[in-house]
């Protein structure tokens, strides 16, 4: 096995989807209703073109970043994905140790199958905490207390999920929701046995899952936390503005990997308009759609200032373990390498709006 490694993410996803079950591959892997904006998350990376600059000395090229005062040696973070456990035995720790070994950010998903104390004590990082405000929002603040005290530097809000979006493959498959470890003592899945011909995880949702969150709850989050906080799930100009008024630390353009509403548009199609409203106040990262080191240099020249990978670090885990979760950042940090010297960049500075060109840059030269 070692000998013939996988050589890019899709192989790692070919790997991945044979050593899965089918309703857990379906999982990790599908997106809301059609699948539209799952498609097109992918397939909009692959409409910008780039515009290499030559005769450039990349004899020495420099990847390195910093996020909210913490220096990365690549713009490339994990993503936070639920229940790493479908993928391997491990887990989220298997995952963190890659992330580790790597010097990059993990983001742990609050739907972790690992408890928070588990991935703190596994090893030595730099990790932020993702979560979810529930209706019960004692439940919400234990969380960010034990994050917080375990040392996790930042929270991250996830705001596109009032209600959980239609997963059809799911509710095809019954998929049963994961143990969430983290809420044992706090909230009880057994509660929600009753599939109601459709899947646990959305009946799960439909109970906990808050539609009357705000922009007041990130007031309320911002009063029991001193962490900065990050809003993911924003892909507008609008609600960019709101959030840097609301006081975010860090935006996150996402559309919950195609997950929530579909025909919401890619994200690498929305990064650019909020980057712009933002206007430099807080940095602004993207997720979505990343298969290649191509892609995070298109994130990076439409002005992203970290890149966030989710699915392909789980097709790693899958295929082959915390090596292969190790495997799938190395090579994105390799190739996003190789595309800088490519590019004629030399550092992640160095890479501008004048080397991509867009469908709308297309469009534009027409007129």
């Given amino acids: 096995m070692e000998d013939n490694l996988p050589v890019n993410v899709r192989e790692y996803q070919e790997l991945a989807k044979k050593a899965l079950p089918k309703m857990h591959y379906d999982y990790i892997n599908g997106g809301a209703e059609d699948e539209y904006t799952l498609r097109e998350n992918i397939a909009a990376y692959g409409r910008i073109l ?3 600059r030559v005769l450039i000395d990349v004899s020495k090229i420099d990847m390195s970043t910093s ?3 913490y220096n990365m040696p690549s713009p490339i973070i994990v993503a936070p994905t639920g229940a790493h ?3 391997n035995p491990e887990g989220e720790v298997a995952t963190a140790r890659a992330a580790a070994a790597c010097n990059t950010i993990m983001m742990l998903s609050f739907s972790s199958s690992c408890r928070i104390e588990e991935v703190a004590s596994s090893c030595d990082a730099i990790r932020f905490y993702q979560l979810y405000v529930y209706k ?3 439940v919400s603040a234990t969380l960010v207390r034990r994050a917080e005290s375990l040392g996790f530097r930042a929270i991250v809000l996830t705001v596109d999920t009032p209600v959980l979006g239609r997963r059809e493959a799911d ?4 998929m049963i929701a994961p143990p969430l470890s983290n809420l044992e003592g706090l909230m009880s899945l057994d509660d929600f046995d009753d599939a109601e011909g459709g899947s646990k995880l959305e009946r799960f949702s439909r109970e906990t899952l808050d539609p009357s969150l705000s922009w007041k709850d990130v007031e309320w989050l911002k009063s029991i936390t001193s962490l900065p906080i990050l809003l993911k799930g924003i892909v507008t100009a609008e609600d960019a503005r709101k959030a840097v008024e609301a006081g975010a630390a860090g935006l996150i353009v996402s559309n919950h990997g195609a997950r ?3 025909y919401a548009p890619a994200t690498i199609s929305a990064l650019e308009e909020v980057v712009k409203a933002v206007a430099g106040a ?6 979505g759609g990343v298969r290649r080191g191509t892609d995070v240099l298109k994130a990076l020249a439409l002005g992203a200032k970290a890149v966030m990978v989710g699915r392909p670090v789980f097709f790693g885990l899958a295929a082959r373990g915390e090596a292969g979760a190790r495997h799938v950042i190395e090579m994105l940090n390799k190739e996003l390498e190789l595309a800088m010297a490519l590019c004629g960049c030399r550092s992640v ?8 060109q867009t469908e709308g840059d297309r469009i534009r030269a027409l007129l």
Avoid: F, M, S
Wanted: proline share 6%; aromatic share 0%.
């Fill in 349 to 356: 500075a160095e890479v501008t709006r004048a080397h991509v």
């Fill in 282 to 287: 807080v940095p602004v990262l993207v997720d």
């Fill in 260 to 262: 929530q509403l579909d």
């Fill in 67 to 69: 996020l909210l005062g």
């Fill in 136 to 138: 019960r929002r004692d």
């Fill in 171 to 174: 509710i095809r498959n019954k």
């Fill in 85 to 87: 456990k479908l993928a």
């Fill in 50 to 52: 780039l515009r290499p």
